[in-house]
């Protein structure tokens, strides 16, 4: 089993409703991450989260790290077109590599 | 089908050093991206080659950091002189210009003392 996971895989949402990503780990972490990727771009930096607990927002995208410090869901409220591309997770077990998710690619419907 | 793979896996150097750190990218590979992730923080973007070109560049910090790719397979990135706030993590990251996920690199692990 993989020490991260990530899903769902892919997600097809029609525009202006809510959606939800998660991002599980085996053990706990030092810290999780929270990327987006778009063609040709690179990572476009969403949120870092440290704390058992805490919750951080960036526009209508809202993340949270769970107490035990194991689980991360990355909540984006009302949906738009901007918001598709995948998303990735990365897990910081040593302050020193990432461990990323497999992906989910987001695509939105007009 | 190899990763893409980076050399060192860890770098310890003097401040005033030079050190080259180098990305050899999955073969086939046309876009090639360099990060730096300074310890407790987010990963930052520092530059894109397509092919051999600089695509993007506007994450570089400073003229003491030189990345080349000489025709467009492997990279190097030099760091001259190593200042101490240069420790950290450097990823790469490299993909296919018809894909959208970048494969990465285990990273080296730079420390400036």
């Known amino acids: ?3 991260l996971e990530q899903s769902p895989q892919s997600l097809i949402v029609q525009e202006g409703k809510n959606l939800t990503i998660n991002c599980t780990s085996s053990k706990t972490l030092y810290g999780l991450y929270w990327y987006k990727q778009k063609y040709g771009e690179g990572l476009i930096f ?8 805490e919750e951080k927002s960036h526009e209508k ?3 949270k790290l769970d107490e035990k410090k194991q689980q991360s869901s990355l909540h984006i409220t009302a949906s738009q077109p901007s918001h598709a591309g995948i998303y990735l997770c990365g897990a910081d077990y040593s302050n020193y590599q ?3 998710g497999a992906g989910t690619k987001l695509i939105i419907k007009p | 089908e190899a990763g893409v793979t980076q050399f060192p896996s860890h770098s310890v150097i003097e401040k005033g050093q030079t050190v080259t750190l180098r990305c050899d990218p999955i073969s086939g590979h046309d876009n090639l991206y360099w990060y730096r992730r ?8 520092l530059l894109h080659f397509v092919k051999e070109s600089k695509q993007d560049e506007s994450g570089m910090p ?9 025709g467009g397979t492997y990279s190097t990135l030099k760091v001259q002189p190593a200042e101490l ?12 210009s018809s894909q959208v996920n970048e494969v990465f690199g285990p990273g080296t692990r730079l420390t400036v003392l």
């Open chain 1, 1 to 3: 089993s993989q020490e």
């Open chain 1, 46 to 53: 969403l949120m870092m989260l440290q704390k058992g607990g």
């Open chain 1, 61 to 63: 995208i809202t993340a």
């Open chain 1, 98 to 100: 990432l461990i990323w």
């Open chain 2, 38 to 45: 300074v310890m407790g923080k987010e990963i930052k973007f």
């Open chain 2, 62 to 70: 400073n003229n003491r950091f030189l990345a080349e790719r000489t």
């Open chain 2, 85 to 96: 706030e240069d420790s950290g993590v450097y990823f790469c990251a490299s993909s296919q």
